[in-house]
């Protein structure tokens, strides 16, 4: 934890810069520097400096007590310096099966969230809210688990509050920011992969797709990066759907969320 | 036996700006035709050996064959008669003699799988998947 000058100091410029804004309404902007550290500057709530080798987080708080800026170091710095140990990651929720980890992939507000935090209701630890981190641990792949943090819709599908899952750490718009109480606790291989698919019309069902990457890769969460990092993610995600199930999960948006975990639970 | 090699699905990783990272395929098949001298039935070409350059790495499934070019972070997918084409231009000298193993495999006329090769190779060396050598050239 530093101060902003201390930081600054610490930044050597910008060779690449991208900016966005978050659904919090904060402005966003991620540089990176000709060495390959990272500078991230959170609107005016905070900035991150983090190292070349994802060693070393620089946090620079404006006010040190408010939650916003610890829940963006959770929710995406820390994926930042995963990326840069070597972790490869999905656009995915996930809860832990009897028989490894179930991820739940989606465009952003298809559900991916309702759906796990339903399993977590049931019993299933709590794995991760939006980003599934993997890497091959000696020949296998292994999914590590998240920080144990989810948003939380206040309005839940399902009509049950934040606190069955856990404690509330701080509102943000319509969402809570939870500490999640049941959570696994170490890495694990990832068991099913589904690709929720919620259009009008579309019958409940669960289709199990032949392996391939190509269904995973809307849902990669990554930079380019060099060859040789292209060719080490080409070989764990070819890897990881050789011993995988890939699904389909179709339904119509008006289906109950249940009837979704009904499914999932009933294929394990 | 048509070549109806690509299964249609050419993407890149979603960048952290973007996430739309579709391209669509541009490859139509063609009828088959039984003339010499078409643009699909290049005797150069069938006289040339194909192979993969370091920039590009793949995989085969059940399903379809997974092509990843790392020049251009571009994932292609052929389907299983264009994977098994990839694997024996590979393993084969000469275009033409991957026509030949490909025609007994398939018990197709030899015209036919050599349209289609030099179909698939025209494609896949526009893509930048494959480089193709010319007897001679080196």
């Not at chain 1, 068991?191 to 391939?212: K, Y």
């Not at chain 1, 890897?239 to 289906?255: G, H, K, M, S």
């Not at chain 2, 059940?62 to 084409?85: D, F, Q, S, W």
Request: aromatic residues 4%.
């Amino acid at each position: 934890m530093i101060g902003a000058a201390q930081l600054d100091g610490a930044w050597t410029g910008a060779k690449h810069t991208s900016a966005g804004v978050l659904p919090d309404g904060c402005r966003c902007v991620a540089e990176r520097a000709a060495g390959g550290e990272l500078r991230i500057t959170y609107g005016d709530r905070a900035t991150y400096l983090l190292s070349a080798d994802g060693r070393t987080l620089l946090c620079s708080p404006a006010q040190l007590d408010e939650q916003a800026w610890r829940r963006f170091l959770l929710d995406a710095v820390l994926l930042k310096a995963s990326e840069a140990h070597g972790l490869e990651a999905l656009h995915a929720s996930a809860v832990e099966g009897p028989d490894g980890v179930l991820a739940f992939a989606t465009q952003a507000g298809g559900g991916k969230s309702s759906l796990a935090s339903e399993l977590v209701r049931r019993g299933h630890p709590f794995f991760a809210d939006d980003a599934l981190t993997m890497r091959r641990d000696d020949a296998a792949i292994r999914a590590h688990p998240a920080p144990p943090l989810m948003n939380f819709p206040l309005e839940h599908p399902e009509g049950f509050a934040a606190v069955e899952l856990g404690t509330v750490l701080d509102v943000v718009g319509a969402e809570a920011w939870l500490a999640v109480r049941h959570a696994a606790t170490g890495p694990c291989r990832v068991a099913a992969i589904h690709l929720l698919d919620r259009r009008p019309g579309l019958r409940l069902g669960l289709d199990l797709l032949a392996p391939s990457p190509m269904p995973l890769l809307d849902h990669v969460l990554a930079d380019r990066g060099s060859p040789t990092r292209m060719a080490r993610r080409f070989e764990l995600l070819a890897d990881l759907v050789e011993d995988t199930a890939i699904y389909r999960l179709r339904a119509d948006p008006a289906t109950p969320v249940r009837r979704l975990a009904d499914l999932v639970e009933g294929s394990l | 036996m048509t070549s109806d090699w690509d299964n249609g699905e050419s993407r890149r990783y979603p960048s952290a700006a973007s996430k739309d990272g579709h391209e669509a395929s541009t490859h139509e098949p063609e009828e088959a035709r039984m003339v010499e001298d078409t643009p699909n039935r290049d005797a150069t070409l069938l006289a040339s050996s194909v192979r993969l350059p370091e920039h590009v790495v793949h995989r085969g499934f059940a399903a379809e064959t997974v092509v990843l070019n790392l020049k251009t972070g571009k994932y292609h997918g052929l389907n299983p008669v264009g994977g098994r084409m990839l694997e024996v231009l590979e393993q084969t000298e000469t275009v033409q003699q991957a026509a030949r193993q490909l025609a007994a495999e398939y018990e197709q006329p030899i015209e036919t799988i050599e349209e289609d090769l030099c179909s698939l190779c025209a494609d896949l060396a526009a893509r930048d998947l494959i480089e193709t050598n010319a007897p001679g050239a080196d």
